[in-house]
């Protein structure tokens, strides 16, 4: 929406908290472009990483939200213009305080159901791996990890230890897909367009599909770089305030 009369009146019209996510997102993301050495230093210490890891720590769930991958610009022009487009109307609806405490929430939400994910699957994904190195089957594999981890050998605790190191999740896609759930929630007969689909769409069927898309590539491991479940996780957290809000009759309005 434009209306201001000046060049730069679409920028003052995005609401503060909406406005400054957007710059703190782009600020990092040009640090880690402009300093490739520093930007595996944030990676290292901010980015979320796997609870058993020894890089963890818990300001992650927090800071890996305004961390994006600086050789995918896709990947922070996806979310930012999500933010500008949907989480701009959230905020005049609901309030700076409410808004940027539901996107934070998500965003946790997210990387909590992240670590849950890597919890339930690291085992079988690291198994499965070095057991096609190896040429074995994973049920061997596994029979012979799982001696060596409750025998104390040095070698597989160091190897597992390095690999935990190397689960990293970064972005503000969790916080990004809780917004999407709050605008269809907000406005569910609201009418969107997509890219190359001419036919409006109502908000609510659109984010019931990219719903559904997420789970099944998660499920599938399709696309395994990109973290599904923590994007699910971003919703899952955004539907139990949406729905005590609704019941509040707190949902349109401060």
Not at 75 to 82: D, K, R, T
Not at 158 to 172: C, L, P, Q
Not at 189 to 197: A, E, K, R, S, T
Request: charge should be positive; hydrophobic fraction near 50%; proline fraction near 4%.
């Amino acid at each position: 929406m434009y209306n201001g009369s000046s060049s730069g009146g679409w920028w003052r019209s995005i609401p503060p908290v909406t406005k400054n996510l957007i710059i703190i997102n782009l600020i990092v993301w040009l640090a880690e472009i402009l300093v490739p050495h520093f930007s595996n230093t944030l990676v290292d210490r901010l980015g979320l990483h796997m609870f058993g890891s020894s890089l963890f720590n818990p300001a992650q769930l927090f800071t890996y939200m305004f961390m994006h991958d600086p050789h995918s610009p896709a990947h922070i022009l996806f979310n930012m213009f999500s933010l500008w487009m949907f989480g701009r109307i959230l905020e005049q609806v609901w309030g700076a305080k409410r808004f940027l405490m539901f996107y934070l929430v998500c965003g946790v939400g997210a990387a909590l159901v992240q670590e849950g994910v890597w919890e339930l699957t690291w085992k079988s994904e690291y198994i499965d791996g070095i057991a096609r190195l190896n040429g074995l089957t994973s049920e061997h594999m596994r029979a012979i990890v799982d001696a060596g981890i409750q025998s104390g050998d040095a070698k597989w605790i160091d190897a597992i230890a390095s690999f935990k190191s190397m689960m990293v999740t970064i972005g503000a896609s969790g916080a990004i897909y809780g917004i999407l759930l709050g605008f269809a929630f907000t406005f569910p007969d609201m009418p969107l367009y997509l890219f190359f689909i001419p036919v409006p769409i109502k908000a609510k069927y659109m984010v019931i599909g990219y719903g559904v898309i997420e789970f099944f590539l998660g499920v599938s491991g399709s696309m395994s770089t990109v973290a599904h479940f923590a994007h699910l996780g971003g919703m899952l957290f955004g539907i139990f305030i949406l729905l005590y809000w609704k019941k509040k009759g707190m949902l349109h309005r401060y």
